[in-house]
């Protein structure tokens, strides 16, 4: 019962927060750690502590299952050199700088123990990303956030188990660190990517969108549990499914499913990342309870704490200026580079076009001149393009794939020239990388055998605690005053050629199914079982709906006629919404295919295929 009572005080403590977070102001996630951490100094309630394991296995793989699930592949495709320097190469940098400082600090840690907690708190939280999200900063700045937050989960914790066998059986080597972090990674890649596409089929063949609700329900632990029992990394795997699923669901499971999951998600999504920082601040009274008995003191781990989060700041900051330059030259080099050659690809476009199409004679189908070798050459170095094979089907589909990769990189060209990663941007990047819920469940993975277990878990409690009260609650004023680049509706060049693309894949259905552009498809398509069409009924039809000057033209009178008849209006009722089905799908295809390209924001493909969603929805739920 008192276990009952607490749930359900913690259910209407989340809720409380995240309705009253936009009146004052404040993310929920604040409002949640300040109100866990008053309730647990509270003389009545005892102390409280979590096991790691529940976190790190049973409140975190879905939880970054759910951010994976609605992050834009493209996006993140684009932003993979980021946010692999921020996930590898600032997580490792961290702790080997935090355990050196850690060491002259305190003498009597040693350099294992100083860097496994500074793995510990190297790693920023994606759940924390959300505090960024509300403010409306530029999407490109939330994916390098959140995809840092998703897979340096796996560096850190790899960092963090070395770290600590070399403190305890001192056999450690940089290579054995490599390929374990190796191992990891690729273990989680492969079991993620193979439990994403076997639920999805599986998915496709469920019926009723509650069973197919529950069903996602497992998918984090089916393949973060595999994953961490053959040597990987469980979080990383649950991410790698989520992105998966993300991607390819919209092709293969109904609409209804999918947003009857994402409604549903977005709950489970609310209540786990709430409960993480109502735990986190009601653990802390019972940590200072046993830093009191055990020591050091309490005013040394808050001197401590604030110099480890001063530092894992100016690593991050030290890390991410440089990145920036990189970044800028490289997308300078490229964007060079890809005007350059600008009449080239697009003669080789052109030519890639034809051959898709079955334009150009099979001995013709190379897609460049071969006199032109350098021209040739700077193709291959640039798309990673070989000679088409002689196979004309084959040769039309590797050319048809030869145009989407020319307009990937051109839309990838103009994304970074776009919506560059400046300092104003970097200033945010740095300032948002908050600690959180992974920063206290790896400490507690510490053994018991660490030195002064209590008083180190209490450090990381309290960086954890501050990067997310002082950065979260300083975060709006420095976006106010940096002035990044934000999130912005679509502009009307993209609204205008959105509109083009579904317009354009509409007429396409009706042009493959013979039948006028109009509201009202009038000629029956499919007779009703022992019925004869008459001759008249036919030529009736076609003057409802006739061409006049190029035009298709609706007789409204005829037609109110023929829907007299109730046999003939439920006709054209199913015919009407035969083609109107077609007319979203396809349209939906086109959305989908030119959002892997690249070519519009992730935003207004996600806006769009909502809508395209809810008609399906409304088409489908239509008594036939």
């Given at each position: 019962m008192?276990?009952?009572?607490?749930?359900?005080?913690?259910?209407?403590?989340?809720?409380?927060?995240?309705?009253?977070?936009?009146?004052?102001?404040?993310?929920?996630?604040?409002?949640?750690?300040?109100?866990?951490?008053?309730v647990?100094?509270?003389?009545?309630?005892?102390?409280?502590?979590?096991?790691?394991?529940?976190?790190?296995?049973?409140?975190?793989p879905?939880?970054l299952y759910?951010?994976?699930?609605?992050?834009?592949?493209?996006?993140?495709?684009?932003?993979?050199?980021?946010?692999?320097?921020?996930?590898?190469?600032?997580?490792?940098?961290?702790?080997?700088?935090?355990?050196?400082?850690?060491?002259?600090?305190?003498?009597?840690?040693?350099?294992?123990?100083?860097?496994a907690?500074?793995?510990?708190?190297?790693?920023?939280?994606?759940?924390?990303?959300?505090?960024?999200?509300?403010?409306?900063?530029?999407?490109?700045?939330?994916?390098?956030?959140?995809?840092?937050g998703?897979?340096?989960?796996?560096?850190?914790?790899?960092?963090?188990?070395?770290?600590?066998?070399?403190?305890?059986?001192?056999?450690?080597?940089?290579?054995?660190?490599?390929?374990?972090?190796?191992?990891?990674?690729?273990?989680?890649?492969?079991?993620?990517?193979?439990?994403?596409?076997?639920t999805?089929?599986?998915?496709?063949?469920?019926t009723?969108?509650?069973?197919d609700?529950?069903?996602?329900?497992?998918?984090?632990?089916?393949?973060?549990?595999?994953a961490?029992?053959?040597?990987?990394?469980?979080?990383?795997?649950?991410?790698?499914?989520?992105?998966?699923?993300?991607?390819?669901?919209?092709?293969?499971?109904?609409?209804?499913?999918?947003?009857?999951?994402?409604?549903?998600?977005?709950?489970?999504?609310?209540?786990?990342?709430?409960?993480?920082?109502?735990?986190?601040?009601?653990?802390?009274?019972?940590?200072?309870?046993e830093?009191?008995?055990?020591?050091?003191?309490?005013?040394?781990?808050?001197?401590?704490?604030?110099?480890?989060?001063?530092?894992?700041?100016?690593?991050?900051?030290?890390?991410?200026?440089?990145?920036?330059?990189?970044?800028?030259?490289?997308?300078?080099?490229?964007?060079?580079?890809w005007?350059?050659?600008?009449?080239p690809?697009?003669?080789f476009?052109?030519?890639c076009?034809?051959?898709?199409?079955?334009?150009?004679?099979?001995?013709?189908?190379?897609?460049?001149?071969?006199?032109?070798?350098?021209?040739?050459?700077?193709?291959?170095?640039?798309?990673?393009?070989?000679?088409?094979?002689?196979?004309?089907?084959?040769?039309?589909?590797?050319?048809?794939?030869?145009?989407?990769?020319?307009?990937?990189?051109?839309?990838?060209?103009?994304?970074?020239?776009?919506?560059?990663?400046?300092?104003?941007?970097?200033?945010?990047?740095?300032?948002?990388?908050?600690?959180?819920?992974?920063?206290?469940?790896?400490a507690?993975?510490?053994?018991?055998?660490?030195?002064?277990?209590?008083?180190?878990?209490?450090?990381?409690?309290?960086?954890?605690?501050?990067?997310?009260?002082?950065?979260?609650?300083?975060?709006?004023?420095?976006?106010?005053?940096?002035?990044?680049?934000?999130?912005?509706?679509?502009?009307?060049?993209?609204?205008?050629?959105?509109?083009?693309?579904?317009?354009?894949?509409?007429?396409?259905?009706?042009?493959?199914?013979?039948?006028?552009?109009?509201?009202?498809?009038?000629?029956?398509?499919?007779?009703?079982?022992?019925?004869?069409?008459?001759?008249?009924?036919?030529?009736?039809?076609?003057?409802?709906?006739?061409?006049?000057?190029?035009?298709?033209?609706?007789?409204?009178?005829?037609?109110?006629?023929?829907?007299?008849?109730?046999?003939?209006?439920?006709?054209?009722?199913?015919?009407?919404r035969?083609?109107?089905?077609?007319?979203v799908?396809?349209?939906?295809?086109?959305?989908?295919?030119?959002?892997?390209?690249?070519?519009?924001?992730?935003?207004?493909?996600?806006?769009?295929?909502?809508?395209?969603?809810y008609?399906?929805?409304?088409?489908?739920?239509?008594?036939?």
């Amino acid at each position: 019962m008192d276990l009952l009572i607490v749930a359900v005080a913690g259910l209407l403590a989340i809720a409380g927060a995240t309705q009253l977070s936009d009146r004052v102001k404040v993310a929920p996630a604040l409002l949640l750690l300040g109100l866990g951490i008053v309730v647990g100094f509270l003389p009545v309630v005892p102390a409280i502590e979590v096991e790691p394991e529940i976190i790190l296995e049973g409140v975190l793989p879905p939880l970054l299952y759910a951010t994976a699930v609605s992050i834009s592949t493209i996006n993140f495709r684009r932003e993979l050199a980021p946010v692999a320097v921020l996930a590898v190469l600032l997580v490792a940098v961290s702790a080997a700088v935090i355990g050196a400082v850690l060491t002259l600090v305190v003498p009597s840690l040693s350099l294992a123990w100083a860097v496994a907690m500074g793995a510990v708190l190297s790693p920023t939280d994606a759940v924390a990303i959300s505090i960024a999200r509300r403010l409306g900063v530029s999407q490109r700045i939330i994916t390098v956030l959140e995809g840092e937050g998703l897979l340096n989960d796996a560096t850190a914790l790899v960092v963090l188990s070395s770290a600590v066998a070399a403190a305890t059986a001192g056999t450690v080597t940089v290579a054995g660190v490599v390929g374990d972090f190796a191992t990891a990674v690729l273990v989680a890649l492969v079991v993620g990517w193979a439990v994403g596409e076997l639920t999805l089929h599986l998915r496709a063949r469920i019926t009723d969108a509650s069973v197919d609700t529950v069903v996602s329900f497992t998918i984090p632990f089916l393949a973060a549990l595999p994953a961490e029992h053959l040597g990987g990394s469980g979080l990383v795997a649950a991410v790698v499914a989520g992105m998966v699923t993300g991607h390819r669901s919209p092709r293969l499971l109904p609409p209804d499913h999918r947003i009857a999951g994402q409604e549903t998600w977005h709950t489970v999504e609310l209540v786990l990342e709430g409960f993480i920082f109502l735990v986190m601040g009601l653990q802390l009274f019972g940590i200072v309870e046993e830093v009191s008995a055990a020591g050091p003191s309490i005013t040394t781990a808050v001197w401590l704490a604030v110099l480890a989060g001063g530092l894992t700041v100016a690593v991050r900051a030290a890390v991410v200026a440089p990145m920036l330059v990189w970044l800028r030259r490289r997308a300078e080099r490229h964007a060079t580079r890809w005007e350059e050659m600008s009449e080239p690809v697009q003669a080789f476009e052109r030519r890639c076009e034809a051959i898709a199409h079955g334009e150009v004679p099979e001995d013709m189908q190379i897609p460049w001149d071969p006199h032109r070798r350098g021209v040739r050459r700077r193709l291959k170095r640039a798309l990673r393009l070989h000679h088409l094979p002689v196979s004309s089907e084959r040769t039309q589909r590797r050319a048809s794939a030869a145009v989407n990769r020319i307009r990937r990189r051109g839309a990838d060209v103009e994304y970074y020239r776009d919506e560059p990663l400046g300092l104003r941007e970097g200033t945010v990047i740095v300032w948002a990388g908050m600690r959180g819920a992974v920063t206290l469940a790896a400490a507690q993975t510490l053994p018991a055998s660490a030195p002064n277990r209590p008083f180190l878990l209490l450090v990381a409690v309290l960086v954890a605690a501050g990067s997310l009260v002082i950065q979260g609650l300083t975060l709006p004023w420095m976006v106010k005053v940096v002035r990044p680049s934000m999130e912005g509706p679509a502009d009307e060049e993209e609204r205008g050629e959105l509109v083009r693309l579904l317009v354009t894949a509409a007429k396409e259905v009706v042009a493959e199914r013979g039948e006028g552009p109009t509201v009202l498809p009038s000629r029956q398509l499919v007779p009703a079982p022992g019925e004869v069409v008459e001759h008249d009924a036919a030529d009736r039809d076609a003057r409802i709906v006739h061409k006049a000057n190029g035009e298709y033209v609706v007789s409204t009178a005829l037609a109110a006629e023929r829907w007299k008849d109730p046999q003939a209006r439920h006709h054209d009722l199913v015919s009407a919404r035969a083609t109107a089905l077609d007319v979203v799908r396809a349209q939906r295809e086109a959305l989908l295919d030119a959002g892997e390209l690249g070519l519009y924001s992730a935003g207004s493909v996600e806006y769009v295929l909502k809508y395209l969603d809810y008609e399906e929805i409304m088409l489908t739920s239509q008594p036939g």
